[in-house]
C-alpha cells in the first residue's frame, strides 16, 4: 500500500508551494527534464505528444486562414540583427553566438536565431516586386534560443520550440487585420483546444515587441493567480520593411514600403495547461490535447479471472482503435498504483476493467477532473467516449473560466492594488492613463507587469483618475504578476 | 507566346548539365533559395510542404512500429562530444561552435548538434535502470549542422532538417533487429510513397557511421546516373552504452551495457525525388508527397465564356475538397504560361476546364509524367482521380525501376568498371574482398564509392576472385558516384 500511494504522497500541495508542485509534475509524469547545457531541457515523449497535439490543431487553424509553412536558416550574421535598432537593443543580452565553424574562425559572428523577423525580412524584399505577390503570409516551427541564467522547465528555457509566423502587406491597416486575425487564432485554440480561457488586448510600450508598432497578446491565469503570457501578434508597421527594404510597387505605379507582422506561440503552452488545470494528485490534460485521452487499467485478484478480464480488455482496445487516443497499462504494478499513476499524468478518463464488469458485460468509466464515475455497457463505449471526453473538456474550460473571474479584481486605490498583488494575487483592473514611468515604478514595488489593455473597455470611453498617478485615466489596463 | 514558353526556355536540358538542370528547377519552382548566411538554405513554402508530406507518412510509419517522439537540445557540451573516439573523429572539422552567449564567454563551447547520440545517451543513462525499461525508441524531427564549403540545395547544406531516431535495448541481437527494421522502414517510405526504388545493404568499414559498429543504407540511383544516400541505420553496439554509462539491471540480476541503435533520413530526400522523376520540363512529383496533386487551369476566350468556366470550376473545388490536394490558378496568367508553370512545379494532374467541357459537363485531365489526356465528366471526377493518382504513383515507380536495371551494371574486370563509371556512370556490381586500403585507392582514382554490400548475395556464397585485388572475393559489392 505504500508504493500505491506513493507517487501522491511525493507531491507537494499547490496551496504549500506551487512552484515545487509544479516542478514535481513536470518530472514526476515525464514531461520533460533539465538537460546538461545550462538553461536548456529536454522534452520526453509524454511531453512532446502534447506539442504534437497542440501543433496538429494549431497549424489546422493557421492553415485554414492561408498560412504556407516554410524553413529559414538556424544562424543570423550580426549585420542583419544590427539592421533594427530597437530589436537589436532588445535581444542583445539574449543571443548565443558562434564564432568558429568548420575549423575556422567566422569573419562576422552568426547569432543563434531568438526569432527570425531580420532573415525573414532579407527573403522578402527579394521575393516581393508587386502588389501582386502580396500579401505573403508564411510560419515556420522551429527552435530559438534567448540565453537566461534562471530557468523553469516549458516556461522559461534558453533554447525553446515555438511557431514564429511572419507576413507581409500592402498597407498598415492590412497589417493590422492580419495581426489581430492571428491573435484571434490564438485565443481559439487556447479557449478552444487547450480549454484556457484568456484574456485579450494590447500591450503597453514598455511591454511591447523589440521593434513593433503595437504588440498583441493573450494572457491566461494560472492557479496561484500569476499570469502568463500564452501567444502574442505583432504589428510591425514599416519598421522592418524600412531596416531590410521591403518595398512593392503598388497599382498606382509607386515604389511603397510594406508593412510586416510577426506572431508566436511556444512550449510554454504547455507550462500553462498544467498550471491553469493541474490539482493536487498531479496534471489533468484537456481531452483535445492529452496523448492519451483514456487509460485501460484491467483489475483481478485471482489468477483464474485474468483471462477473461485480459479478453475483454484486448476486445475495447481493437473496438477503440482510431476512434479514441487510447493506452492499455499491462504493467505489472498493482491497480491502486495505475490509477494514481495515471491521475498524475493527467489521463482525462480511466477505465476500470474488473471480474464484474465482465460479468456484466460494461466497463466502469472514472473522469480525471471530478472523479465521476459510471458505469457503461460495452457496446455504448464506442458512442459515449467522445461524448464523455467533449463533457470533461467542457467542464475544464467552465471551471478554469469560474477561477479567472474570481481572480480577477477591480480597483480604484493603489494601496487596495498592493494588497491583492500580494496577498490574493489574479488579474487586478485599474483606470490608468498609460505612463510608462508609472508603469515601471509599479512593476519595482510589486512585482506585477501590465499584461495587456484589454480589447473590452467601458463603452463610451473611461471616466475618471488613473489608480497610480491620478491623472485622467485613458483605458482600463490589466495588472498581474506573471511568469 | 514569348511569356508562356519562359518557364521551357529558361530551363537546362538534363543531358547538357544535369546540375544546371537540378539548380534551376529548385529555384523556379521555389523550392529553396540560398540563404545569406554560407553553406544554409531556405527552405520555401511548396519545398517545405514536400517536407510535410515527407514528415507525416514517414512519422506514421515510425509510430506503427512503437516509436515515440521527443526533443533534445541544440547544443551539446564539448566533452560529451569528445567522449566516444571514433565519433568526435568523424564530426570534429564539421562542427560549428557556440563560445559566447548571454554577454559572457563560456567556459566550455557547445556544438551546435550535427547529431545527437551523445546527449541522447547522457539521458538514457538516467532513464534505464532495470531491463524492464527497455526498450527505449525515441525520434526527433530536427535541425542539425556540419559545417560545409560546397553546397547543393537539399543535398548538401550546413544545416538540414532531419529525423534522428534513437534506440536502447538489451542486447546486440536485439539492437540489429531494431536496426534492420528502420531499414526496412525507409525502403518502404522511399518506394511506395516517394516512388523511389532503392538498393539496400550494410555499408564499409570505410562509409560507416563515426562510432557505428554496423551502419545499413538505402540507396537510389539519380537520372545522370550518380547515387544517392537516401537514409541510414546504425547499429551502434555498445559503443555509445560505455561511453555514456548506459546500464540496466538485467533479469538475472547483473549489471549489463545496453545496445543502442541510431537512424536518420533528411531533407536530401527532397533533393533525390526531384533528380529520379524529374524531366526537361522540370519536375514530377509523386502524388502521395505531391503539395498539390491536381491543379485546375480554367481557360476562356472571350469575356463571355468566363462566368460560366468560373462557375463549374467553384462547383469541382467544392466537390473534391478534402478529397484530393487540389490547387485552382485563377491568377491572370495566360493557360499556357500556367500549363508551363504547374509542369515544372511537378503537379501529377492538370485539370483543363474550358468552355467545350462546360458544354460537355466534363473536365480534360492530363498527366504529367506521360502527359496522357482523358475526359472525365464531373460526376465521374471524384471516383476517377483518387485512382488516376494511384496510376501515377505506379508509372512514376515502374520508370524508376527500369532506369535503375538498365542503369545497374556488372563487371569483373577494373578497366571496364573505370569505363562505366567514367562513361555511363549507374550502379556498378562487383565481387568484392572487403579491403579498406583497395576501397579507398579505387575512390582516388574514380570518384566511386562503395555504396553498400547489398543483402541480396549470391546463393550459396561468392565464388571467384576480386575485381580490384584480385584476392578471394568475400561478398558482392557495389558502387558508383555518389552526391
Given at each position: 500500500m505504500v508504493d500505491e500511494e506513493r507517487f501522491v504522497e511525493d507531491i507537494t500541495d499547490q496551496d504549500d508551494n506551487f512552484s515545487q508542485w509544479y516542478n514535481q509534475v513536470v518530472r514526476k509524469a515525464e514531461l520533460a527534464d533539465y538537460a546538461p547545457v545550462r538553461g536548456c531541457m529536454i522534452i520526453r515523449p509524454y511531453g512532446y505528444a502534447i506539442w504534437e497535439n497542440i501543433q496538429r490543431l494549431m497549424d489546422a487553424r493557421f492553415k485554414e486562414t492561408g498560412v504556407l509553412n516554410a524553413y529559414f536558416p538556424l544562424l543570423i550574421p550580426r549585420s542583419f540583427i544590427e539592421k533594427e535598432a530597437e530589436h537589436i537593443e532588445g535581444f542583445a543580452p539574449e543571443l548565443a553566438w558562434v564564432t568558429r565553424g568548420g575549423g575556422e574562425e567566422l569573419e562576422e559572428p552568426l547569432a543563434?536565431?531568438?526569432?527570425?523577423e531580420t532573415i525573414v525580412g532579407h527573403s522578402f524584399s527579394k521575393w516581393?516586386?508587386?502588389?501582386?505577390?502580396?500579401?505573403i503570409v508564411i510560419n515556420q516551427w522551429n527552435n530559438v534560443m534567448r540565453w537566461e541564467k534562471r530557468t523553469i522547465l516549458?516556461?522559461?528555457?534558453s533554447e525553446f520550440l515555438w511557431q514564429e509566423g511572419h507576413t507581409a502587406h500592402r498597407s498598415i491597416e492590412d497589417a493590422e487585420e492580419r495581426t489581430r486575425m492571428m491573435l484571434e487564432v490564438y485565443r481559439a485554440f487556447a479557449e478552444e483546444d487547450a480549454a484556457m480561457p484568456v484574456i485579450w488586448g494590447r500591450k503597453s510600450e514598455n511591454e511591447?515587441?523589440?521593434?513593433?508598432?503595437r504588440t498583441y497578446a493573450i494572457e491566461a491565469l494560472m492557479r496561484d493567480g500569476k499570469a502568463l503570457q500564452a501567444g502574442t501578434s505583432h504589428n510591425l508597421g514599416t519598421n522592418f520593411a524600412k531596416s531590410f527594404d521591403i518595398q512593392y510597387l503598388d497599382a498606382d505605379g509607386q515604389r511603397k514600403y510594406c508593412a510586416t507582422t510577426s506572431w508566436g506561440a511556444s512550449t510554454r503552452l504547455i507550462g500553462g495547461i498544467i498550471m491553469v488545470h493541474g490539482d493536487n494528485a498531479g496534471l489533468i490534460l484537456p481531452p483535445r490535447l492529452a496523448p492519451y485521452q483514456v487509460v485501460i487499467v484491467p483489475i483481478w485478484?485471482?489468477?483464474?479471472?485474468k483471462a477473461a478480464v485480459i479478453e475483454m480488455v484486448e476486445r475495447i482496445e481493437k473496438m477503440l482503435k482510431g476512434k479514441v487516443r487510447l493506452k492499455v497499462d499491462l504493467s505489472e504494478n498493482t491497480p491502486g498504483w495505475k490509477f494514481n499513476e495515471w491521475e498524475l499524468r493527467g489521463v482525462p478518463v480511466r477505465m476500470e476493467i474488473g471480474p464484474r464488469d465482465v460479468q456484466n458485460n460494461s466497463a466502469m468509466l472514472v473522469r480525471r477532473d471530478n472523479r465521476a464515475k459510471e458505469s457503461v455497457t460495452i457496446g455504448a463505449l464506442e458512442a459515449r467516449l467522445p461524448v464523455l471526453l467533449e463533457e470533461v473538456q467542457q467542464a475544464l474550460l467552465q471551471r478554469a473560466k469560474a477561477f479567472q473571474e474570481q481572480n480577477t479584481h477591480y480597483t480604484e486605490s493603489y494601496e487596495e492594488f498592493k494588497q491583492i498583488i500580494s496577498e490574493k494575487r489574479g488579474f487586478v483592473r485599474v483606470k490608468w492613463a498609460e505612463e510608462s514611468v508609472a508603469e515601471l515604478a509599479i512593476k519595482e514595488e510589486t512585482?506585477?507587469?501590465?499584461?495587456v489593455i484589454p480589447f473590452d473597455q467601458p463603452e463610451g470611453g473611461v471616466q475618471g483618475k488613473c489608480f497610480y498617478t491620478g491623472k485622467p485615466a485613458t483605458c482600463e489596463a490589466i495588472f498581474a504578476r506573471a511568469y
Amino acid at each position: 500500500m505504500v508504493d500505491e500511494e506513493r507517487f501522491v504522497e511525493d507531491i507537494t500541495d499547490q496551496d504549500d508551494n506551487f512552484s515545487q508542485w509544479y516542478n514535481q509534475v513536470v518530472r514526476k509524469a515525464e514531461l520533460a527534464d533539465y538537460a546538461p547545457v545550462r538553461g536548456c531541457m529536454i522534452i520526453r515523449p509524454y511531453g512532446y505528444a502534447i506539442w504534437e497535439n497542440i501543433q496538429r490543431l494549431m497549424d489546422a487553424r493557421f492553415k485554414e486562414t492561408g498560412v504556407l509553412n516554410a524553413y529559414f536558416p538556424l544562424l543570423i550574421p550580426r549585420s542583419f540583427i544590427e539592421k533594427e535598432a530597437e530589436h537589436i537593443e532588445g535581444f542583445a543580452p539574449e543571443l548565443a553566438w558562434v564564432t568558429r565553424g568548420g575549423g575556422e574562425e567566422l569573419e562576422e559572428p552568426l547569432a543563434i536565431r531568438p526569432t527570425s523577423e531580420t532573415i525573414v525580412g532579407h527573403s522578402f524584399s527579394k521575393w516581393i516586386q508587386s502588389y501582386r505577390d502580396l500579401p505573403i503570409v508564411i510560419n515556420q516551427w522551429n527552435n530559438v534560443m534567448r540565453w537566461e541564467k534562471r530557468t523553469i522547465l516549458f516556461l522559461r528555457t534558453s533554447e525553446f520550440l515555438w511557431q514564429e509566423g511572419h507576413t507581409a502587406h500592402r498597407s498598415i491597416e492590412d497589417a493590422e487585420e492580419r495581426t489581430r486575425m492571428m491573435l484571434e487564432v490564438y485565443r481559439a485554440f487556447a479557449e478552444e483546444d487547450a480549454a484556457m480561457p484568456v484574456i485579450w488586448g494590447r500591450k503597453s510600450e514598455n511591454e511591447k515587441f523589440a521593434g513593433a508598432l503595437r504588440t498583441y497578446a493573450i494572457e491566461a491565469l494560472m492557479r496561484d493567480g500569476k499570469a502568463l503570457q500564452a501567444g502574442t501578434s505583432h504589428n510591425l508597421g514599416t519598421n522592418f520593411a524600412k531596416s531590410f527594404d521591403i518595398q512593392y510597387l503598388d497599382a498606382d505605379g509607386q515604389r511603397k514600403y510594406c508593412a510586416t507582422t510577426s506572431w508566436g506561440a511556444s512550449t510554454r503552452l504547455i507550462g500553462g495547461i498544467i498550471m491553469v488545470h493541474g490539482d493536487n494528485a498531479g496534471l489533468i490534460l484537456p481531452p483535445r490535447l492529452a496523448p492519451y485521452q483514456v487509460v485501460i487499467v484491467p483489475i483481478w485478484r485471482k489468477d483464474a479471472e485474468k483471462a477473461a478480464v485480459i479478453e475483454m480488455v484486448e476486445r475495447i482496445e481493437k473496438m477503440l482503435k482510431g476512434k479514441v487516443r487510447l493506452k492499455v497499462d499491462l504493467s505489472e504494478n498493482t491497480p491502486g498504483w495505475k490509477f494514481n499513476e495515471w491521475e498524475l499524468r493527467g489521463v482525462p478518463v480511466r477505465m476500470e476493467i474488473g471480474p464484474r464488469d465482465v460479468q456484466n458485460n460494461s466497463a466502469m468509466l472514472v473522469r480525471r477532473d471530478n472523479r465521476a464515475k459510471e458505469s457503461v455497457t460495452i457496446g455504448a463505449l464506442e458512442a459515449r467516449l467522445p461524448v464523455l471526453l467533449e463533457e470533461v473538456q467542457q467542464a475544464l474550460l467552465q471551471r478554469a473560466k469560474a477561477f479567472q473571474e474570481q481572480n480577477t479584481h477591480y480597483t480604484e486605490s493603489y494601496e487596495e492594488f498592493k494588497q491583492i498583488i500580494s496577498e490574493k494575487r489574479g488579474f487586478v483592473r485599474v483606470k490608468w492613463a498609460e505612463e510608462s514611468v508609472a508603469e515601471l515604478a509599479i512593476k519595482e514595488e510589486t512585482k506585477a507587469t501590465l499584461r495587456v489593455i484589454p480589447f473590452d473597455q467601458p463603452e463610451g470611453g473611461v471616466q475618471g483618475k488613473c489608480f497610480y498617478t491620478g491623472k485622467p485615466a485613458t483605458c482600463e489596463a490589466i495588472f498581474a504578476r506573471a511568469y
